[in-house]
Protein backbone atom coordinates (compact mmCIF):
# COMPACT_ATOMS: atom_id res chain seq x y z
CA UNK A 1 0.00 0.00 0.00
CA UNK A 2 0.95 3.26 -1.14
CA UNK A 3 2.51 5.43 1.99
CA UNK A 4 -0.09 8.12 1.21
CA UNK A 5 -3.04 6.12 1.77
CA UNK A 6 -1.57 4.77 4.70
CA UNK A 7 -2.43 7.08 7.15
CA UNK A 8 -4.85 10.41 7.01
CA UNK A 9 -4.80 12.61 4.40
CA UNK A 10 -3.79 16.13 4.89
CA UNK A 11 -6.53 18.28 3.32
CA UNK A 12 -6.00 22.19 2.37
CA UNK A 13 -2.60 21.43 2.77
CA UNK A 14 -2.99 21.64 7.11
CA UNK A 15 -1.42 18.30 8.50
CA UNK A 16 -4.53 16.03 9.70
CA UNK A 17 -5.32 14.73 12.89
CA UNK A 18 -3.77 11.09 13.52
CA UNK A 19 -4.07 8.09 15.08
CA UNK A 20 -1.76 6.95 17.69
CA UNK A 21 -1.73 3.17 19.44
CA UNK A 22 -0.83 3.08 23.37
CA UNK A 23 0.41 -0.24 24.21
CA UNK A 24 0.57 -1.39 28.06
CA UNK A 25 3.31 -3.64 28.63
CA UNK A 26 5.10 -2.59 32.07
CA UNK A 27 3.17 -5.47 33.73
CA UNK A 28 5.44 -8.75 35.44
CA UNK A 29 2.61 -11.32 33.68
CA UNK A 30 2.41 -12.48 37.86
CA UNK A 31 -0.04 -15.06 36.93
CA UNK A 32 2.15 -16.22 33.90
CA UNK A 33 4.54 -17.66 36.90
CA UNK A 34 8.19 -16.66 37.04
CA UNK A 35 10.40 -15.20 34.78
CA UNK A 36 10.99 -12.04 32.66
CA UNK A 37 8.19 -9.53 32.16
CA UNK A 38 5.09 -11.01 30.38
CA UNK A 39 5.54 -8.85 27.47
CA UNK A 40 9.30 -9.98 27.22
CA UNK A 41 8.39 -13.15 27.10
CA UNK A 42 8.97 -15.23 23.69
CA UNK A 43 5.95 -16.39 21.34
CA UNK A 44 7.38 -18.48 18.56
CA UNK A 45 10.36 -17.19 19.44
CA UNK A 46 9.86 -13.17 19.04
CA UNK A 47 8.81 -11.49 22.57
CA UNK A 48 5.15 -11.10 22.81
CA UNK A 49 5.47 -7.42 22.52
CA UNK A 50 6.83 -7.25 19.34
CA UNK A 51 3.89 -9.02 17.94
CA UNK A 52 1.68 -7.02 20.02
CA UNK A 53 3.29 -3.27 17.94
CA UNK A 54 3.57 -5.29 14.95
CA UNK A 55 -0.66 -6.39 14.65
CA UNK A 56 -1.47 -2.80 15.55
CA UNK A 57 1.50 -1.25 13.38
CA UNK A 58 -0.09 -3.18 10.48
CA UNK A 59 -3.59 -1.05 10.36
CA UNK A 60 -3.15 1.89 7.99
CA UNK A 61 -4.79 4.63 10.21
CA UNK A 62 -2.12 3.97 13.01
CA UNK A 63 0.91 6.28 12.88
CA UNK A 64 2.53 6.07 15.86
CA UNK A 65 2.78 3.62 18.52
CA UNK A 66 3.49 4.39 22.48
CA UNK A 67 5.16 1.39 24.07
CA UNK A 68 4.71 1.50 27.52
CA UNK A 69 7.53 -0.26 29.27
CA UNK A 70 8.39 -1.93 32.67
CA UNK A 71 9.55 0.40 35.21
CA UNK A 72 12.86 -0.52 35.19
CA UNK A 73 13.31 -1.91 31.15
CA UNK A 74 12.55 1.01 28.97
CA UNK A 75 16.19 0.83 27.30
CA UNK A 76 15.88 -2.52 27.09
CA UNK A 77 12.76 -2.39 25.25
CA UNK A 78 13.78 0.25 22.83
CA UNK A 79 16.85 -2.23 22.01
CA UNK A 80 14.15 -5.25 21.58
CA UNK A 81 12.44 -3.00 19.11
CA UNK A 82 15.48 -1.71 17.48
CA UNK A 83 16.57 -5.83 16.82
CA UNK A 84 12.92 -6.74 15.21
CA UNK A 85 12.02 -3.52 12.96
CA UNK A 86 8.63 -3.05 11.69
CA UNK A 87 7.73 -5.09 8.40
CA UNK A 88 7.15 -3.14 5.07
CA UNK A 89 3.48 -3.33 5.64
CA UNK A 90 3.64 -1.06 8.57
CA UNK A 91 4.98 1.56 6.53
CA UNK A 92 6.43 4.60 8.20
CA UNK A 93 4.98 3.84 11.84
CA UNK A 94 7.00 5.67 14.23
CA UNK A 95 7.50 3.80 17.63
CA UNK A 96 8.09 5.29 20.94
CA UNK A 97 9.09 3.75 24.31
CA UNK A 98 8.57 5.30 27.88
CA UNK A 99 8.05 3.99 31.65
CA UNK A 100 5.01 2.75 32.97
CA UNK A 101 3.74 3.00 36.50
CA UNK A 102 2.65 0.48 38.97
CA UNK A 103 -1.28 -0.21 37.83
CA UNK A 104 -2.49 -0.61 34.06
CA UNK A 105 -4.62 2.69 34.65
CA UNK A 106 -1.10 4.04 35.55
CA UNK A 107 1.04 3.10 32.33
CA UNK A 108 -1.73 3.87 29.47
CA UNK A 109 -1.88 7.64 31.57
CA UNK A 110 1.37 7.62 31.47
CA UNK A 111 1.39 6.31 27.59
CA UNK A 112 -1.14 9.53 26.82
CA UNK A 113 0.83 12.06 28.38
CA UNK A 114 3.56 11.29 25.74
CA UNK A 115 1.47 11.75 22.52
CA UNK A 116 1.96 14.81 19.80
CA UNK A 117 -0.46 17.38 20.03
CA UNK A 118 -1.76 16.31 16.73
CA UNK A 119 -3.32 13.09 17.60
CA UNK A 120 -7.06 12.99 18.01
CA UNK A 121 -7.84 9.19 17.93
CA UNK A 122 -6.17 6.74 20.50
CA UNK A 123 -6.21 2.77 20.55
CA UNK A 124 -5.38 1.76 23.88
CA UNK A 125 -4.00 -2.32 23.02
CA UNK A 126 -2.40 -4.90 26.09
CA UNK A 127 0.87 -6.21 24.82
CA UNK A 128 -0.25 -9.14 26.35
CA UNK A 129 -2.75 -9.43 23.58
CA UNK A 130 -0.38 -10.28 20.92
CA UNK A 131 -2.11 -11.80 18.13
CA UNK A 132 -5.13 -9.54 17.88
CA UNK A 133 -6.21 -9.51 13.78
CA UNK A 134 -5.63 -6.21 12.05
CA UNK A 135 -9.06 -6.36 10.87
CA UNK A 136 -10.23 -5.88 14.74
CA UNK A 137 -7.57 -3.33 15.07
CA UNK A 138 -9.22 -1.55 12.03
CA UNK A 139 -13.04 -1.96 12.89
CA UNK A 140 -12.28 -0.29 16.12
CA UNK A 141 -10.48 2.83 14.44
CA UNK A 142 -13.19 2.85 12.03
CA UNK A 143 -15.51 3.72 14.11
CA UNK A 144 -13.91 6.26 16.56
CA UNK A 145 -13.12 8.04 13.28
CA UNK A 146 -17.22 7.73 12.21
CA UNK A 147 -18.06 9.14 15.67
CA UNK A 148 -18.08 7.04 18.71
CA UNK A 149 -16.08 8.69 21.27
CA UNK A 150 -15.46 4.73 22.52
CA UNK A 151 -15.09 1.35 20.81
CA UNK A 152 -14.58 -2.21 22.16
CA UNK A 153 -14.45 -5.08 20.86
CA UNK A 154 -16.17 -7.73 22.20
CA UNK A 155 -17.26 -11.47 22.03
CA UNK A 156 -20.19 -12.97 23.94
CA UNK A 157 -19.54 -15.02 27.17
CA UNK A 158 -19.32 -18.74 26.75
CA UNK A 159 -19.67 -19.82 30.54
CA UNK A 160 -22.53 -18.95 32.80
CA UNK A 161 -21.07 -16.20 35.38
CA UNK A 162 -21.95 -16.08 38.70
CA UNK A 163 -21.97 -13.09 40.89
CA UNK A 164 -20.72 -13.44 44.44
CA UNK A 165 -20.51 -11.69 47.91
CA UNK A 166 -17.47 -8.99 48.51
CA UNK A 167 -15.64 -9.83 50.99
CA UNK A 168 -15.24 -13.77 51.42
CA UNK A 169 -11.89 -14.90 53.30
CA UNK A 170 -9.67 -17.27 50.74
CA UNK A 171 -10.17 -20.60 50.79
CA UNK A 172 -13.64 -20.43 51.95
CA UNK A 173 -16.84 -21.57 50.01
CA UNK A 174 -18.53 -17.88 47.93
CA UNK A 175 -22.25 -17.50 48.18
CA UNK A 176 -23.24 -16.66 45.01
CA UNK A 177 -25.91 -13.84 44.80
CA UNK A 178 -26.91 -13.53 41.59
CA UNK A 179 -26.49 -14.94 38.15
CA UNK A 180 -26.26 -12.54 35.41
CA UNK A 181 -28.89 -12.93 32.05
CA UNK A 182 -25.48 -14.77 29.76
CA UNK A 183 -27.35 -13.54 26.98
CA UNK A 184 -26.67 -9.83 27.82
CA UNK A 185 -22.88 -10.18 29.01
CA UNK A 186 -19.96 -9.66 26.57
CA UNK A 187 -16.16 -10.64 27.22
CA UNK A 188 -13.89 -7.31 26.17
CA UNK A 189 -10.85 -7.25 24.54
CA UNK A 190 -8.20 -4.77 23.46
CA UNK A 191 -7.48 -2.71 21.20
CA UNK A 192 -10.26 -0.06 22.68
CA UNK A 193 -10.23 3.03 20.46
CA UNK A 194 -11.30 6.47 21.82
CA UNK A 195 -11.51 9.67 20.84
CA UNK A 196 -8.09 11.16 22.54
CA UNK A 197 -9.83 14.46 24.81
CA UNK A 198 -12.55 11.78 25.84
CA UNK A 199 -9.92 9.40 26.90
CA UNK A 200 -7.45 12.16 28.54
CA UNK A 201 -10.53 13.10 30.53
CA UNK A 202 -11.67 9.75 31.76
CA UNK A 203 -7.71 9.11 32.80
CA UNK A 204 -7.82 12.78 34.89
CA UNK A 205 -11.18 12.05 36.39
CA UNK A 206 -10.37 9.06 37.94
CA UNK A 207 -8.91 8.30 41.09
CA UNK A 208 -5.05 7.31 40.89
CA UNK A 209 -4.96 5.33 44.18
CA UNK A 210 -5.63 1.39 44.84
CA UNK A 211 -5.74 -1.29 42.17
CA UNK A 212 -6.85 1.12 38.70
CA UNK A 213 -9.48 0.36 36.52
CA UNK A 214 -9.64 -2.68 34.74
CA UNK A 215 -9.99 -0.99 31.62
CA UNK A 216 -10.39 2.43 29.97
CA UNK A 217 -13.60 2.00 28.75
CA UNK A 218 -15.11 1.32 31.91
CA UNK A 219 -13.39 4.95 33.25
CA UNK A 220 -15.05 6.47 30.13
CA UNK A 221 -18.59 4.75 31.11
CA UNK A 222 -18.22 6.95 34.49
CA UNK A 223 -18.07 9.95 32.56
CA UNK A 224 -21.29 9.31 31.38
CA UNK A 225 -19.92 9.31 27.65
CA UNK A 226 -21.66 6.15 25.60
CA UNK A 227 -19.47 3.06 24.88
CA UNK A 228 -19.90 1.03 22.29
CA UNK A 229 -19.10 -2.95 21.39
CA UNK A 230 -18.01 -4.03 17.88
CA UNK A 231 -17.44 -7.43 17.39
CA UNK A 232 -14.26 -9.03 18.52
CA UNK A 233 -11.72 -11.37 17.58
CA UNK A 234 -11.41 -15.13 19.38
CA UNK A 235 -7.44 -14.46 18.39
CA UNK A 236 -6.87 -11.32 20.01
CA UNK A 237 -7.34 -13.12 23.57
CA UNK A 238 -5.13 -12.56 26.64
CA UNK A 239 -2.17 -14.53 27.29
CA UNK A 240 -2.66 -14.17 31.28
CA UNK A 241 -2.10 -18.06 32.69
CA UNK A 242 0.29 -20.49 31.45
CA UNK A 243 -1.86 -22.57 29.58
CA UNK A 244 -2.83 -18.97 27.31
CA UNK A 245 0.46 -19.22 26.21
CA UNK A 246 0.43 -23.02 25.03
CA UNK A 247 -3.05 -21.40 23.04
CA UNK A 248 -0.99 -18.52 21.79
CA UNK A 249 2.18 -20.64 20.68
CA UNK A 250 -0.59 -23.10 18.64
CA UNK A 251 -2.79 -20.51 17.03
CA UNK A 252 0.88 -18.98 15.78
CA UNK A 253 1.86 -22.29 14.62
CA UNK A 254 -1.54 -22.52 12.57
CA UNK A 255 -1.18 -19.02 11.28
CA UNK A 256 2.67 -19.92 9.88
CA UNK A 257 1.33 -22.73 8.08
CA UNK A 258 -1.94 -20.94 6.19
CA UNK A 259 -0.46 -17.32 6.12
CA UNK A 260 2.83 -18.16 5.40
CA UNK A 261 4.23 -16.17 8.18
N1 LIG B 1 1.50 -1.87 35.91
C1 LIG B 1 1.05 -2.38 34.76
C2 LIG B 1 0.26 -3.54 34.75
C3 LIG B 1 -0.16 -4.05 33.51
N2 LIG B 1 0.21 -3.45 32.38
C4 LIG B 1 -0.14 -4.02 31.08
O1 LIG B 1 -1.54 -4.17 30.96
C5 LIG B 1 -1.83 -5.26 30.08
C6 LIG B 1 -2.92 -6.16 30.65
O2 LIG B 1 -2.52 -6.57 31.94
P1 LIG B 1 -2.34 -8.07 32.43
O3 LIG B 1 -2.61 -9.04 31.39
O4 LIG B 1 -3.05 -8.19 33.72
O5 LIG B 1 -0.76 -8.10 32.65
P2 LIG B 1 0.05 -8.21 33.98
O6 LIG B 1 -0.31 -7.11 34.92
O7 LIG B 1 1.46 -8.30 33.54
O8 LIG B 1 -0.43 -9.62 34.55
P3 LIG B 1 -0.56 -10.09 36.06
O9 LIG B 1 -1.77 -9.40 36.63
O10 LIG B 1 -0.74 -11.57 35.95
O11 LIG B 1 0.71 -9.70 36.75
C7 LIG B 1 -0.51 -6.00 29.85
O12 LIG B 1 -0.08 -5.80 28.54
C8 LIG B 1 0.40 -5.42 30.88
O13 LIG B 1 1.77 -5.37 30.48
C9 LIG B 1 0.99 -2.29 32.42
O14 LIG B 1 1.35 -1.74 31.37
N3 LIG B 1 1.40 -1.77 33.62
C1 LIG C 1 -8.25 -4.32 29.27
C2 LIG C 1 -8.59 -5.78 29.38
O1 LIG C 1 -7.73 -6.54 28.58
C3 LIG C 1 -10.00 -5.98 28.83
O2 LIG C 1 -10.38 -7.30 28.95
C4 LIG C 1 -8.52 -6.30 30.78
O3 LIG C 1 -9.50 -5.68 31.57
C5 LIG C 1 -7.14 -6.16 31.41
O4 LIG C 1 -7.22 -6.67 32.72
P1 LIG C 1 -5.97 -7.22 33.50
O5 LIG C 1 -6.43 -7.54 34.88
O6 LIG C 1 -4.98 -6.10 33.48
O7 LIG C 1 -5.57 -8.43 32.81
Do not use: N, Y
Not at 82 to 104: F, I, K, N, S, Y
Not at 160 to 177: C, L, S
Not at 236 to 260: C, Q, S
Request: proline share 10%; glycine share 10%; aromatic share 2%.
Amino acid sequence: MPDETRHAEAIDGAPSPRTAAVIPAAGRGVRLGRGAPKALRPLGGTPMLVHAVRAVARARTVSLVVVVAPPDGAAAVRTLLDEHPLPQAAGDTDVMVVTGGGTRQESVARGLAALPGDIDTVLVHDAARPLVPVETVEAVAAAVRAGAPAVVPALPVADTVKQIAPGTPAGEPEPVVATPERSLLRAVQTPQGFDRTVLAKAHADAPREGEGATDDAGMVERLGVPVVLVPGHEEAFKVTRPLDLVLAEAVLARRRVTDGF
